[in-house]
């Protein structure tokens, strides 16, 4: 696969109609080196056109990943991301190693990942969207992370390999989830490790639910496992260690709506008498935070 050539076709989505106002609008703003507070919210601190910040910002939602706050602008994303990060923080070390984020969003973890001081840092996202988004907040980080308008099935071809590779939430939208794995197990270095969560159920048997159209009001979501079926899964896509990091349930601190998204969240994607389903009556969303290694030894 010729990835350049690749490239250059996907720079003109950059120029599609409902994208091409914001990358002007984004242009409008200077570059401005900030003072940055990689925290919770990640912090940007400096003298802005305030009210060309605000507008911008705007003129970028939803905005799922997050928060940010840009001199007086707080963007309150749909996520409370820092709660994911905060989670899975105490189990990685990044400091000199390669890494990737797949389905990287607008790079939130990113921007939290510079403080371990990585090699090199590398988001890959076919969204044109996320990736303005990215653009509007490295004006003022200014770092060399690299944002790949790519997914996970380029994995395999890309020019490097990497020593951790983060693929959080992605999984579940995979019609075939041992394929995906495939794609992650050939982007690692050797003894590289993956970084994984996913929609996963309760249960000692290895199986997995398939919803009929859909799961929590989200129509692409094929398969959600068992803890026991995702290992099964993982081991045949070739990886040696499948170790369990976390479990948790999505709660309404975590997602819910705000002024920073277009329609519904958490809130209306479960049953309005019993938040342990869905509105379509399956369990309600919980997620497995996993650690695979490609090569123990």
């Given amino acids: 696969m010729n990835l350049e050539t690749l490239r250059i076709e996907r720079k003109k989505w950059m120029t599609w109609k409902n994208i091409a106002p914001l990358r002007e609008s984004l242009e409008k703003i200077e570059n401005c080196k900030a003072d940055i507070v990689l925290d919770n919210t990640i912090k940007i601190d400096a003298v802005f056109d305030e009210e060309a910040i605000y507008k911008t910002a705007k003129l970028l939602m939803p905005w799922r990943k997050g928060p940010f706050q ?18 899975l923080r105490p189990y990685f070390d990044l400091k000199d190693k390669k890494v990737a984020d797949i389905g990287c969003n607008n790079g939130y973890y990113m921007f939290r990942m510079l403080e371990d001081k990585p090699k090199a840092l590398v988001g890959f996202d076919p969204s044109p969207l996320y990736k303005t988004q990215f653009d509007f907040i490295n004006k003022f980080v200014q770092s060399e992370i690299k944002y790949e308008l790519l997914g996970v099935e380029h994995l395999e071809f890309y020019e490097e390999k990497f020593d951790t590779i983060f693929c959080l939430g992605v999984l579940y939208h995979r019609s075939d989830p041992v394929a995906m794995l495939k794609q992650l197990y050939k982007g690692l270095d050797k003894k590289g ?25 989200i129509p692409n979501i094929y398969y959600v496992p068992t803890v026991k079926a995702l290992k099964n899964w993982c081991l045949r896509a070739g990886f040696s260690e499948f170790e369990v990091l976390q479990t948790s349930v999505t709660e309404a601190n975590e997602q819910r709506k705000t002024e920073w998204i277009e ?22 969303p919980a997620r497995v935070y996993v650690r695979l290694t490609k090569d123990k030894k």
């Avoid at 490790?193 to 009001?217: N, Q, R």
């Fill in 70 to 87: 840009i001199g007086k602008t707080f963007i309150d994303s749909e996520w409370q991301s820092n709660m994911k990060y905060n989670l």
């Fill in 263 to 284: 329609g519904q969240s958490l809130e209306d994607f479960l049953d309005p008498n019993d938040s342990t389903k869905t509105v379509e009556g399956y369990p309600a």
């Fill in 193 to 217: 490790e993956v970084i994984l969560d996913t929609f996963y159920i309760e249960g000692e048997g290895e199986m997995a639910l398939c919803p009929e159209s859909s799961y929590s009001k």
